[in-house]
């Protein structure tokens, strides 16, 4: 093994289109005796999709990774479209008020 610590640069980047990285959050990772722990690595509020995580180190090779990011627990409502602006006292809104549900990031449930 390469006993030489070296510094992981990390980017996570969509798969569907030429989007910019995603923001990465917590220390970043080193490779020690051949060995990337990425367990306090984090990414804040992603929507759901396929990325590609790329790391890259100093001296070696690279290593692609394919990361599918799925919806989280429903966190809050939203208003969709508004109720009718006039009624009838007694009588059925014309115009139904809806409501969606989203997770933390953001995403539609």
Do not use: C, H, W
Request: charged share 20%; proline share 13%.
């Amino acid at each position: 093994f390469d006993l030489t610590r070296r510094p992981v640069r990390l980017e996570l980047r969509p798969l569907q289109d030429r989007a910019p990285p995603l923001p990465l959050a917590g220390p970043l990772p080193v490779m020690s005796v051949g060995r990337i722990l990425l367990e306090q690595v984090t990414v804040p509020a992603p929507l759901k999709g396929e990325y590609r995580l790329a790391l890259a180190t100093e001296g070696l090779r690279g290593a692609n990774v394919t990361i599918i990011i799925t919806e989280g627990l429903p966190e809050r409502l939203v208003p969709l479209a508004p109720p009718s602006a006039e009624t009838v006292s007694g009588e059925v809104l014309s115009e139904q008020p809806a409501v969606g549900l989203l997770d933390g990031a953001g995403n539609r449930l």
